[in-house]
């Protein structure tokens, strides 16, 4: 990889689209990332590690290698779990250089019509929209809970169809009534307010996740905060950037800014340690837009991860024992994204009778990584299965993790792999452990509905 191929005197740049020059030059092609890297452990595949992607994305942006479907399938087959990042000791942003690279990618590349047609749909309609959101999560619902679902896998009825076999394992859990109809409402703080926040639910963990989004309210209300869910708030654009949609990833960042008043709130929250990753980064999404530039950074410098913002302020610890077994998943986003790895395990050791069993290789991404998962199952599961492996080790009882996705993937695992354990955010064991939920108040609409 080192020699005069990757100089930057002898090949001039020649995309005005892609990585930024000063971004690769970052990469000394040293090597160092490869271990970190899951799909280069588990192929062993130069080009499909981060110093790989890093080579071919120079060829490609000196126009000494065509932007073609063999680029596309090594820069795609990344998870952007910027495990790299945290094993570099240049400083790569490597989260930057992926992103970048589909960006382009989706700009100069025609995809099939189908696949094109979905993932306009997908990222252009369903996640932007509490509409489609609900609408398409009633007949999930309703198949899920009315014993068809049970039916269907009893008699076997998906075995002829192993694709659709592998995405019915791998879809949400879809709750009604969902977190929508939280928004626009302020919960109040359980005794002195301490904190005004913002809590953001995000797109689909408002239809999947909606008893998490509440019981992430209901401890935030206990350590003393005044938790306001604004009515204006978006989906994050955490997925159309991995996606390489970065123009309707930008214009989702300007409704949240618009929506959000940075300077209303002490912090603006997230339960989702990928979407806290993107709205952390929105600074440097709206970098170019002379209009939104400074207000994204305002906006970027507010946002906090749930367990990070408590672990800060110092949470109200809970008063009765909570007797389990815990071993911790780490969100990829969470630790290499945004460098935290002991806020949720500091929460944890705050519980009562709470023991925390560490898995090995904790911080090995589970195979999750948005829709990965169900873009390129092979890979994932082969990932899932070694993390489960990991995870039955420690015969903990409960498995937490800090984002929504991680929480689906290690479901599945355990349907799959594992040992009937319980999967749980960190926000849910404290809320457990809490208990009496009569104890906190409901929240109440806002008059400006904001």
């Known amino acids: 990889m080192a020699g005069s191929e990757t100089g930057t005197s002898e090949f001039p740049i020649l995309r005005a689209t892609g990585p930024k020059r ?13 271990n970190a890297c899951p ?4 192929l062993g595949l130069e080009m499909d590690s981060p110093r790989g992607r890093i080579y071919q994305m120079i060829r490609v942006n000196e126009g000494r290698a065509e932007l073609d479907e063999n680029y596309r399938s090594h820069i795609e087959l990344c998870l952007a779990c910027r495990a790299c990042e945290t094993a570099c000791p240049s400083g790569v942003r490597y989260g930057r250089l992926v992103e970048a690279a589909r960006a382009d990618i989706e700009e100069h590349m025609e995809r099939p019509l ?4 979905m993932r306009d749909f997908l990222f252009g309609r369903v996640l932007p929209s509490p509409f489609w959101l609900r609408l398409l999560a009633a007949p999930l619902y309703v198949y899920q809970r009315s014993g068809l679902e049970r039916a269907v896998n009893r008699m076997g009825l998906l075995n002829a169809f192993p694709r659709l076999k592998e995405l019915a394992a791998l879809s ?37 996740f909606a008893d998490l989004h509440e019981a992430t309210v209901r401890v935030l209300q206990r350590s003393g905060c005044e938790v306001v869910v604004p009515a204006g708030q978006t989906c994050c654009g955490a997925l159309h950037v991995h996606g390489g949609r970065k123009g309707d990833a930008q214009r989702l960042a300007e409704r949240n800014i618009d929506a959000i008043p940075a300077d209303d709130f002490d ?28 207000p994204a950074g305002r906006f970027a410098r507010k946002v906090k991860d749930v367990n990070e913002f408590l672990a800060a302020i110092g949470p ?27 806020p949720p395990r500091q929460l944890l050791a705050l519980v009562p009778g709470l023991t925390l069993k560490e898995m090995p290789c904790a911080d090995h991404c589970c ?15 082969a990932l899932l299965e070694k993390k489960m492996g990991n995870a039955n080790g420690t015969h903990a009882e409960i498995i937490a993790s800090s984002n929504p996705g991680c929480l689906l993937q290690l479901q599945a695992g ?37």
Do not use: W
């Not at 799909?39 to 588990?42: F, L, Q, S, V």
């Not at 440097?284 to 939104?292: G, K, M, V």
């Open 367 to 381: 195979g999750s990584a948005g829709i990965y998962n169900v873009q390129h199952t092979e890979m994932s599961m």
């Open 172 to 208: 949400p859990r879809a709750t009604l009534p969902s977190f929508f109809r939280h928004y626009g409402k302020t919960f109040p703080a359980v005794g002195e307010t301490r904190h005004r926040v913002a809590f953001l639910g995000g797109c689909m963990a408002n239809v999947s």
């Open 22 to 34: 000063e971004d690769l030059d970052a990469c000394v092609h040293c090597g160092l990332c490869l």
């Open 316 to 342: 109200t610890p809970p008063g009765r024992e909570f007797p389990a077994t815990v071993t911790y998943q780490d969100s990829c986003h969470l630790t290499h994204g945004q460098k935290l790895p002991l």
């Open 267 to 294: 912090a603006i929250l997230t339960n989702t340690a990928g979407c806290g990753c993107a709205l952390k980064e929105y600074g440097h999404l709206l970098e170019d837009d002379p209009a939104y530039a400074a």
């Open 414 to 450: 355990v349907r799959m792999h594992g040992h009937g354990q319980r999967v749980l955010h960190v926000m849910e064991v404290l809320d457990e452990a809490y208990g009496d939920r009569k104890k906190v108040p409901p929240g109440r609409k806002n008059a400006t509905g904001s």
């Open 114 to 117: 189908l696949e094109r047609v």
């Open 39 to 42: 799909t280069y452990r588990e």
